[in-house]
């Protein structure tokens, strides 16, 4: 089973400040990694896929990037909106899929 | 686009069983398939079960095994989890989440809006 790592497990930012979260694998996922995000009383929504991919309707403040063992979330300015727990994820080998622990970031 | 609505929520009895159902609108069932996570409140995602994509084959997560069982009806586009023999742990609210069939795994877009399974005595 591939194991995420997610760190912090708290960021404390304020609105404008720029945001990186930090998603580390127990082996490579090459980039197939993605990230989510959830806000309280809602179901997660994808943001990026394979490592560096925006979804759909995703604004371009949210960019990700890594490969192998080790990816990043950036955030450019956080947005009053952007204040959620963010999930990573792997689809590089399962059974079973598994995801990181969650970051949440928080209004300092 | 493809949209997932739930059932609603549930009550059981330790020991008692569950199912909680997923309707598919925008896609069919035969360009979709469903996957479910779960989320113990407060926690985070635990993935549980779904289908693979390329060839319709259900797979469950090892902490389930023997005690899920997950189908689609493709007349009706409705999804199913079954989870037996609950226990208090098993409190949580419960996601359904499509892939696209037909090509590998890919990530879980969109999500329905989940269903909350109290088991209390």
């Known amino acids: 089973e591939i194991v995420l790592t997610q760190s912090p497990a708290t960021l404390s930012l304020s609105p404008g400040e720029r945001a990186t979260l930090s998603c580390r694998s127990s082996?490579?996922?090459?980039?197939?990694l993605a990230w989510y995000q959830q806000k309280p009383g809602q179901a997660p929504r994808l943001l990026i896929f394979?490592?560096?991919n925006r979804a759909t309707g995703i604004p371009a403040r949210f960019s990700g990037s890594g490969s192998g063992t080790d990816f990043t979330l950036t955030i450019s300015r956080l947005e009053p909106e952007d204040f959620a727990v963010y999930y990573c994820?792997?689809?590089?080998?399962?059974?079973?899929?598994?995801f990181g622990g969650g970051t949440k970031v928080e209004i300092k | 686009q493809v949209q997932l609505v739930q059932s609603g929520a549930e009550v059981k009895k330790p020991g008692a069983s569950v199912k909680v159902s997923c309707k598919v609108s925008?896609?069919?069932?035969?360009?979709?398939?469903i996957h479910w996570v779960r989320q113990v409140p407060g926690k985070g995602l635990e993935w549980m079960g779904g289908?693979?994509?390329?060839?319709?084959?259900?797979f469950y997560a090892q902490n389930f095994q023997g005690r899920v069982t997950m189908t689609e009806d493709t007349s009706t586009d409705i999804g199913y989890m079954e989870l037996r023999n609950l226990r208090s742990e098993d409190t949580a609210l419960y996601y359904c989440?499509?892939?696209?069939?037909?090509?590998?795994?890919?990530?879980?877009?969109?999500w329905g809006q989940g269903t909350l399974v109290t088991v209390s005595s």
């Open positions: 925008g896609y069919t069932l035969t360009e979709v398939s």
């Open positions: 994820q792997q689809r590089f080998s399962w059974p079973p899929l598994t």
């Open positions: 289908f693979d994509p390329e060839n319709g084959k259900a």
């Open positions: 082996q490579s996922v090459g980039t197939y």
């Open positions: 394979d490592a560096s």
């Open positions: 989440a499509t892939v696209s069939t037909g090509v590998p795994l890919s990530f879980f877009d969109p």
